[in-house]
């Protein structure tokens, strides 16, 4: 018996440390690291920083610590302006996605119950082929001379070739595209438990059909929405790829000046104070979210 | 439940699920396309797909993704459900807080931070970039998202059955191998496809990690993309949709004969 439960006193510790020692130093300790490296000066070597680090120094390290990369970051109004840019972006294609999304969920909460479990794996299938191969199509969509000007021009809508791709409005198709299932799915899962009676006794009661959907329908639905909205809007402030492909040179995110300033400009410390930047402004986000998903998963019966 | 489906939501399913298929049915069209232009229909062809079995690069590209896949989504399928273990079954250890911010952080994460911030650590520890930092670096992403998946199925399971095995004198391992293991099965395969295709798919945290000798599929694609439309990725494209598109199905059929059967026997 004494075996036993030594066991499981072993099983219960390992269980929980394994997995935990993993995140922590592969998720954990490495934005430590990032963290030192942004107040570290840029060196011409490989890797092209200095190391402020030394063991035997503590006064010295934190001597060779400054904050000349945030000071530029502040003082160079690009960096600034890149935020702005990122954070509205990512606003207005939650907002878009949010419209896009909101109708697609409501349809599938209403449509026969037999058919439900089909349209989630329809919706989740594009999610599992590539995401560059996804932004890479719209390329040959939005050219000039591409597909959607072709069709346009065809049914007689424009008269002259659409330039769209290498624009902002781009971007936001591109966000829409490849973020909808992570909108869709979780407002589908508040709208299908949703009970109808409800609204019915809404427009039993007189109630005008836009009327109920605003003071019953939305707020039932608002953790779909809150959740729908973070998991968009976290990720699309970082994105990279997607102003890259469809994005002009005009397009600012701060995603990409993080990946410019470190494969072009090969400036780690200042990619790294970027990365930090970046991270203080999804903090508070980041924080709700997982709140919002702990609280999620362990509500359910 | 009497539900019934308006033309407002008919309408606006088919035009989205039109918005979310048009353009890779799309792709895989013009794959077939004789014509170098990728806009422009010249025919239909296979040449394209021949061109991409004589690019060595491209197929040694293609055999790193599929290594890497298999091994990152391996190790982030134990370590996923240990992490799911944990949080369900082994409610209150110290630091609990942190560890779920460890969990759900990386899902939401910009993939600029993390490929960033695990490159500077495999620097700062001198460990060579290549095949084993883009697995490492993978592992600790897609374990997340195996957690996620498992703990979801091991919060609505009867625990009764578990209980029942430790009564009768099952020790905890064995109880875990014979009971829960069988049970948690389906969330753990799916858990599995879900990391192996994550991995498969990132560019951006491969691209930070990646070394001189090791490039993966989706880091060639990209420098094709940026260089112009090419129809070989097109093809490529269309043999990665093919693959995923089987894979889904069958894993549905799958699960649906599962289920089926296990009705079945319930009744």
């Known amino acids: ?37 942004s107040l570290s000066d840029p060196a011409v070597a490989q890797p092209p920083y200095k190391p402020v680090f030394e063991w035997s120094d503590i006064a010295g390290f934190f001597g060779a610590l400054d904050f000349e990369n945030f ?4 003082e160079d109004d690009l960096y600034f302006r890149a935020t702005l840019s990122s954070v509205r972006i990512a606003a207005v294609s939650t907002l878009l996605l949010l419209l896009v999304g909101f109708p697609i969920a409501y349809g599938m909460a209403r449509a026969p119950e037999r058919y439900r479990a089909l349209l989630v794996a329809a919706i989740i299938l594009p999610f599992w082929t590539s995401f560059l191969i996804r932004i890479y199509a719209w390329v040959a969509i939005l050219k000039p001379e591409g597909l959607l000007t072709q069709v346009l021009m065809a049914v007689g809508l424009i008269s002259e070739p659409l330039d769209i791709l290498n624009t902002e409005t781009a971007v936001y198709i591109g966000i829409v595209y490849a973020y909808l299932p992570f909108m869709v799915l979780p407002l589908y899962a508040t709208l299908e438990k949703m009970d109808d009676t409800l609204l019915e006794a809404a427009l039993d009661l007189g109630s005008t059909p836009w009327r109920s959907f605003w003071t019953i329908t939305v707020p039932l639905a608002m953790p779909g929405i809150i959740a729908g909205s973070l998991l968009c809007f976290i990720p699309a402030v970082g994105e990279f790829v997607i102003p890259d492909l469809l994005g002009g040179s005009e397009t600012l995110m701060i995603g990409r000046q993080l990946w410019s300033e470190f494969f072009s400009n090969r400036d780690w410390p200042l990619a790294s104070a970027v990365a930090i930047l970046l991270l203080i402004i999804l903090v508070v986000p980041i924080v709700i979210y997982r709140d919002v998903e702990a609280r999620r998963v362990e509500a359910r019966p | 439940m009497n539900r019934r489906l308006s033309a407002f939501n008919v309408t606006s399913l088919v035009i989205g699920f039109a918005f979310l298929y048009l353009p890779i049915l799309l792709l895989v069209l013009y794959s077939f ?20 079995f004589r690019n060595e690069a491209l197929m040694e590209a293609a055999w790193v993704t599929l290594r890497v896949a298999f091994l990152s989504a391996t190790l982030a399928t134990v370590l ?15 630091g609990r807080t942190l560890f ?5 952080a990386p899902m939401v994460m910009p993939e600029v931070i993390t490929g960033l911030s695990l490159l500077l650590f495999f620097v700062a520890v001198d460990f060579d970039r290549g095949f084993w930092t883009i697995t490492l670096a993978h592992t600790t992403l897609t374990m997340c998202f195996v957690t996620v998946v498992v703990q979801s199925r091991l919060m609505t399971f009867d625990r009764s059955l578990e209980e029942a095995a430790m009564d009768l004198g099952a020790p905890p391992l064995r109880t875990f191998f014979s009971v829960t293991l069988p049970l948690i099965a389906p969330s753990i395969v799916a858990g599995f496809l879900l990391a192996f295709t994550l991995s498969m798919d990132d560019l951006v945290i491969a691209s930070f990690n990646a070394g001189p000798g090791a490039t993966t599929l989706p880091i060639k694609i990209y420098s094709a993309v940026r260089l112009g439309l090419s129809p070989e990725v097109n093809a490529a494209s269309a043999i990665l949709i093919g693959i995923v598109t089987l894979g889904v199905i069958s894993a549905t059929l799958l699960s649906k004969r599962s289920i089926l059967s296990s009705r079945r026997n319930a009744h």
Do not use: C, D, H
Not at chain 1, 71 to 74: D, M, R, S
């Open chain 1, 1 to 37: 018996m004494m075996e036993r439960t030594l066991m499981r006193r072993l099983t219960a510790g390992l269980v929980p440390a394994v997995p935990y020692l993993w995140l922590g130093v592969l998720f954990l300790v490495p934005f430590l690291i990032v963290l030192k490296i």
């Open chain 1, 71 to 74: 000071i530029l970051l502040v």
């Open chain 2, 33 to 52: 396309n004789a014509s170098r232009l990728v806009t422009v229909w010249g025919g239909f062809s296979t040449q394209w797909y021949g061109a991409l």
């Open chain 2, 80 to 94: 996923g459900t240990l992490a799911a273990l944990a949080l369900t079954r082994y409610g209150r250890f110290p």
């Open chain 2, 100 to 104: 779920t911010g460890m969990v759900y």
